[in-house]
């Protein structure tokens, strides 16, 4: 009798039926998609949520000297309302960015990708309830020519701030691909004689107010009028 | 394998047999995953913190508030708790939600959106606000307030009402930008704003007419047959809706006559139980100084229609969107003015034809209670009124409950900012 016969059909087995299938819990599934590009259905997106959001449930909303445009998802979940308290629900506040950023198609509640980014934030929030975090648009973008800023902090804040999506001032080197401008030869190529406040106003402003492209913009929370004009002062304008 | 044989008991242990070489081969095959996949293990709803959507919003009154892009949601009965919808396409810029209707059978509410917010955002080449972008109207499902559909309409959409099926919204665009450009090159009609209708049930326009600069103020008689608006050359405009064409035809203000300007600046208008139109002016400028008035239109005089000039009452400020309450013997008319002097109800009798409406008293606002009082919501009993106050459109509106019984306030509470528009949901749907 051969007694290996039993062995060998176990292992075949195993392997029809999948024993290489493995449990995994959701929110280690979504933490993969919150810093995957390829969450978003755009075939031109280089954005992932991480390029915008740190998620740290140890961290206040805005974690000082990141400059994210994006507020920190730590205890996000239990905010109640979302982007200024303007979307009532957590699925709708990423839909905004997945659509007006990412450039993809919104998600459904009940697919995986929604569920697993969902479960990962809601790990990520161990507060419970937690308020909603105020969003302060500079509606009216001015040169904010009599604000002078410094270099040496605006070399420090486009690292922070600029860096991951532009690469380097001047050259563009090591942008997300081809789709940021080079800053800010780009914008005096474009806007010769008001380049600075073409500067600001992205900033403030992104890719809203018919503006277009896909930057996103910093609130008064994540960016003060004196780090705008210490970035200009860097770059400068 | 050469001198293995079954059965031999002292080489067994130690004779390799084929099988085995094929155990470490599926062993790590399976260890390595063979091809399978990663199975998500979910725990309770992701998305369980979410809180509770409005709604339903059966029986509830709601204002849109066209500083601040949302609708508050009020209780008639109880001037409690506001709850509050945003609306709109983007969190971050202000659209414009302005005025409201809501379908008969209390399924849907219908906002426009202006996209044109005045001073909501500007910079060197992205500008918001200035009327030039084509406006929205929203349908919103009133038992959790979400979004189901869009239609695109004209700029600077103003003022709608639908039909007594529900099933045709009539959209008015207020376009003083047309207007101007069109006084400036002279040609007055070359501003006509469009009325737009549209079918609810799919969302899409299904005509669209010429109608007059500057048309706001929009009612149906109560057959659905002939609809008003106010234009803002010192006119009304009157359309037969049976006629697919949608045949318009203007009416002057007693005493006015067409131009580049307005003398009385019609702005709202309503319709009475008695099928007559009741047709509020802000007065000279848009009433930046008040002396607006109330006008008269007889959809029956002289068999065609017009106004009595003997029904015209001018007022100190600025009437708005006048409601009806039953009387003895006839109805009440209920106008919110607005001005310097402070904001008020009027309470007219309307008088009979030839005669101008009575002032039967005068409901005086305290600034705490109401700031710019805009538009009114009579209850069908007649005995209390809810009046949206515009606020100093910097910071909150409000809604203020009246007692009609004793001609004063019963309390207020702030909604959001710069409230124009104030609409019942009726409390037919089953859940």
Redesign the interface.
């Known amino acids: 009798m051969?007694r290996?016969?039993p062995?060998?059909g176990f292992?075949?087995a195993?392997?029809i039926a999948?024993?290489?299938?493995?449990?995994?819990?959701?929110?280690e599934?979504?933490e993969r998609r919150f810093a995957d590009p390829g969450l978003s259905t755009s075939p031109f997106n280089r954005f992932s949520c991480a390029t915008c959001h740190a998620a740290d449930a140890a961290a206040p909303p805005v974690i000082p000297g990141r400059l994210d445009s994006g507020y920190n998802l730590g205890n996000s979940?239990?905010r109640?309302?979302w982007?200024?308290?303007?979307?009532?629900?957590?699925?709708d506040a990423v839909n905004?960015c997945l659509s007006?950023f990412m450039g993809g198609r919104k998600l459904a509640?009940d697919e995986?990708a929604?569920?697993?980014?969902?479960?990962f934030?809601?790990a990520r929030?161990p507060a419970?309830?937690s308020d909603p975090v105020p969003?302060s648009?500079v509606?009216?973008?001015t040169s904010l020519q009599g604000l002078p800023g410094d270099q040496a902090r605006g070399k420090q804040a486009w690292e922070r701030a600029c860096a991951r999506c532009h690469g380097a001032p001047h050259t563009g080197a090591g942008r997300l691909g081809i789709r940021p401008t080079v800053v800010p030869e780009d914008t005096l190529r474009s806007?010769p004689n008001?380049a600075r406040?073409?500067v600001?106003?992205k900033i403030?402003?992104?890719r809203?107010?018919?503006?277009g492209g896909v930057m996103p913009?910093y609130s008064l929370e994540v960016m003060t009028d004196l780090q705008v004009a210490d970035l200009l002062a860097y770059l400068g304008l | 394998m050469k001198g293995c044989r079954t059965g031999s008991s002292a080489s067994e242990s130690n004779c390799m047999r084929p099988w085995l070489l094929c155990v470490p081969v599926l062993a790590a095959a399976a260890s390595a995953g063979c091809g399978g996949d990663e199975v998500p293990v979910y725990g309770p709803g992701p998305f369980r913190r979410d809180p509770v959507a409005p709604g339903p919003l059966g029986g509830k009154i709601l204002t849109s508030n066209s500083f601040d892009d949302t609708l508050s949601v009020v209780d008639p009965d109880a001037p409690g708790a506001v709850g509050r919808i945003p609306v709109g396409f983007s969190p971050v810029e202000l659209e414009g939600p302005h005025h409201l209707s809501v379908d008969p059978a209390g399924r849907f509410v219908y906002v426009n959106l202006s996209l044109a917010v005045k001073g909501s955002g500007s910079g060197p080449h992205g500008v918001h606000g200035s009327g030039e972008l084509p406006g929205y109207v929203l349908k919103l499902n009133t038992s959790d307030g979400r979004e189901v559909a869009r239609a695109r309409v004209d700029s600077n959409p103003g003022d709608s009402t639908l039909a007594p099926d529900g099933k045709t919204l009539y959209v008015s665009h207020y376009d003083v930008v047309a207007w101007s450009r069109a006084a400036a090159a002279g040609d007055l009609h070359m501003g006509d704003s469009f009325l737009i209708a549209l079918d609810t049930e799919r969302m899409v326009v299904t005509a669209r007419v010429a109608l007059c600069p500057a048309a706001h103020g929009v009612r149906l008689s109560a057959d659905g047959h002939t609809l008003f608006a106010t234009c803002g050359p010192d006119q009304i405009a009157v359309v037969d809706v049976r006629d697919p064409t949608l045949p318009v035809r203007r009416v002057q203000l007693p005493g006015t006559t067409e131009g580049a300007n307005c003398a009385r600046c019609p702005y709202a208008l309503s319709v009475a139980p008695d099928g007559t139109v009741w047709v509020s002016s802000l007065g000279p400028s848009g009433g930046t100084n008040g002396r607006g008035g109330i006008d008269v239109y007889d959809p029956a005089q002289d068999g065609g229609g017009g106004f009595d000039a003997k029904r015209t009452l001018n007022l100190r400020g600025s009437p708005v969107f006048a409601a009806f309450a039953p009387g003895a013997g006839n109805f009440r008319v209920l106008v919110p003015e607005q001005g310097k002097a402070g904001d008020f109800v009027q309470v007219l009798d309307p008088a009979r034809p030839g005669e101008p409406p009575k002032i039967q008293a005068t409901i005086a606002l305290s600034p705490q209670d109401c700031l710019l009082a805009h538009m009114l919501l009579v209850s069908a009993d007649g005995t209390r009124a809810h009046l949206v106050c515009e606020g100093d459109h910097t910071g909150p509106g409000s809604v203020v409950w009246l007692d009609l019984r004793t001609q004063s306030t019963l309390g207020s509470r702030p909604v959001g900012v710069f409230p124009d528009g104030l609409a019942l949901v009726p409390n037919l749907v089953k859940r």
Do not use: K, M
């Open positions: 051969n290996g016969g062995a060998i292992l075949l195993c392997l999948g024993c290489g299938d493995r449990d995994v819990p959701a929110a599934l979504g979940a239990g109640g309302s982007w200024g308290t303007y979307e009532l629900r957590l699925l905004t007006d509640p995986d929604a569920r697993q980014l969902g479960a934030l809601d929030s419970g309830r969003l648009v509606r009216i973008v806007f008001n406040a073409v600001v106003e403030r402003h992104g809203y107010f018919n503006i913009f």
